[in-house]
């Protein structure tokens, strides 16, 4: 299947994704394994947890489907858009969960002393083990499957910096990005208040809104000041990356999601404007390293840029 670290990758998927997937299975077929309070059983049965934990069930199969794809030689065959659209929502989707809850739990032990969370009375502190502890592994498993995968059939893209996109795009990105990165980091630093995700106090919980905000701001910058050296040149567009699909798929999660489905105006404001300048501003980026005549192989640009 491949090199050792590509199969201890995938293991970590099947591990993630296995007891997460059963637990939601087992909620919808009316089970409350897990849950301590009526009102959260009352609210498992809602419409909006059902749909919910239906479309989480999806997105875990696609994962697998998507870490198959990364290490199977027909995958190599899957269209480059398919590939990157499935790969920037994981990152922006677990990026910040890998980071910011690894950061912030090791944080709130050091501060509080304990990693109790709003929410946590209602649920069995395993549940918790199993969603968030999912996530991470999830995420550092399509980490290394997708960055492997990324230099074997795109490498030449990898081997010279982003560069600065049309002016417009790198407004866009502006406009997108730097709103999204200055309030996630206000919002972590200071509480999430009346206009942020109510509930995400605890500091593990606002160490997420700061990691995603610094990705978001540090990813608009890199393509302004990346330098040409091979190492720096995919450090620089790992982090770019990270913080376009950061910035796009937070700020949606956060209005889908928060509130118990009731976004404050602030958080769709931030989503209106995130979404589509991280992702006109990515994708500029990109489009700026294939045109580039100097670089760029025709048959492979040529391939990506149909993307």
């Known amino acids: 299947m491949g090199t050792r670290s590509q199969w201890i990758a995938m293991c970590l998927v099947v591990v993630a994704v296995v007891p997460y997937t059963a637990l939601k299975l087992a909620w919808l077929a009316g089970s409350t394994v897990g849950l301590r309070t009526d009102a959260q059983v009352a609210e498992l049965h809602s419409s909006r947890m059902v749909a919910g934990n239906i479309v989480t069930i999806v997105l875990e199969l696609l994962a697998v489907a998507l870490a198959i794809a990364l290490v199977r030689p027909w995958g190599r065959r899957v269209p480059a858009w398919a590939v990157l659209g499935l790969a920037g929502g994981a990152t922006g989707l677990l990026a910040p969960i890998l980071l910011g809850l690894t950061m912030g739990s090791a944080l709130q032990l050091v501060v509080a002393g304990d990693l109790h969370t709003r929410g946590m009375d209602n649920m069995s502190p395993w549940v918790f083990a199993i969603a968030y502890g999912g996530f991470g592994l999830l995420a550092l498993g399509i980490a290394v499957l997708a960055w492997r995968y990324s230099l074997d059939r795109w490498g030449w893209v990898l081997s010279r910096p ?6 417009w795009a790198t407004i866009a990105g502006a406009l997108g990005l730097l709103p999204f990165g200055v309030t996630m980091v206000s919002w972590g630093v200071l509480g999430p208040g009346e206009a942020g995700p109510h509930g995400m106090d605890a500091v593990a919980q606002r160490t997420v809104l700061v990691l995603s905000g610094l990705f978001a701001i540090i990813g608009w910058l890199t393509p302004l000041l990346a330098r040409p050296t091979v190492r720096r040149s995919r450090t620089a567009w790992l982090v770019t990356w990270t913080g376009c699909t950061t910035a796009a798929l937070q700020s949606l999660t956060q209005v889908l999601l928060a509130n118990q489905g009731d976004p404050t105006p602030a958080m769709i404001l931030l989503a209106l404007a ?34």
Do not use: K, M, T
């Open 162 to 167: 982003p560069r600065r996109p049309a002016a």
């Open 274 to 307: 995130s979404f589509p300048g991280a992702s006109i501003y990515g994708l500029s980026v990109l489009r700026r390293r294939l045109v580039d005549n100097e670089f760029a192989e025709p048959a492979q640009g040529a391939e990506l840029a149909r993307a």
